[in-house]
């Protein structure tokens, strides 16, 4: 069973480039998430889908765009990289966003991508 | 706002020694929180959970009560080996939907 997985491992960009990272999951989740980590800042969320079909804005969401593609994947596009979108991307998924008091579904991640932009 | 702050690393301990991991947050309503590990080159995996007040996480020997008096989950482990050698991330969660919220990460060395 694979979980979450993330193409690509590594990538670097110069300034002014695009690219898309993808992300699948292959455990029957229904909501989707990006995260970049920088350090000393711990994870900050870029993007959410709560469902397929769905998206909406996290923490930090300018100079990204995502696609929920299906149910499995959900990907995370920069249309022109700048170098202070230099980071680690990680993907998660969840069986579903949660409501109510004391409900929290297991965010499961997957193994990042290191990407550098010169 | 809703955050969480940890104690700065880098942490360095010799094995077998006692660790401790400071978390405190700020929340409105009533948060359920989590530390998260993350193994050097792999992503993150929940550690242990905490939805209500006064309740222990635990797993793999690790242990946090949540303290909402002193609004606290402390990481604690009696007895660390080197494969705990790892980041660890505290975060709460708030009922807006799944969206967690981190602290800054703590990295744990252990030394043989």
């Known amino acids: 069973n694979a979980g979450v997985t993330q193409t690509p491992k590594f990538q670097v960009l110069k300034t002014g480039q695009s690219m898309t990272l993808q992300c699948a999951q292959d455990?029957?989740?229904?909501?989707m998430y990006w995260y970049r980590q920088d350090p000393g800042m711990g994870l900050r969320l870029i993007y959410y889908?709560?469902?397929?079909?769905?998206?909406d804005k996290g923490e930090v969401p300018n100079g990204y765009n995502v696609s929920r593609l299906n149910k499995r994947e959900f990907s995370l596009r920069l249309e022109s990289a700048a170098p202070s979108q230099t980071s680690v991307y990680f993907c998660a998924s969840s069986e579903g966003v949660n409501q109510g008091y004391g409900s929290y579904n297991e965010q499961f991640f997957g193994p990042g991508t290191r990407l550098t932009v010169l | 706002g809703n955050s969480v702050t940890q104690m700065e690393g880098p942490v360095t301990l010799s094995e077998e020694a006692f660790l401790t991991i400071n978390c405190t947050y700020t929340a409105t309503g009533y948060p359920s929180l989590f530390w998260y590990v993350q193994y050097p080159g792999e992503g993150l995996q929940l550690l242990l959970k905490?939805?209500?007040?006064?309740d222990k996480g635990s797993n793999k020997g690790f242990e946090a009560t949540y303290r909402k008096e002193t609004t606290s989950f402390h990481l604690e482990k009696g007895s660390v080996q080197v494969s705990d050698s790892a980041v660890y991330f505290c975060a709460l969660h708030i009922n807006q939907g799944g969206k967690l919220i981190f602290g800054q990460g703590t990295e744990l060395s252990v030394k043989p």
């Open positions: 455990m029957n989740h229904n909501s």
């Open positions: 889908s709560a469902s397929e079909g769905t998206t």
């Open positions: 905490a939805t209500k007040a006064d």
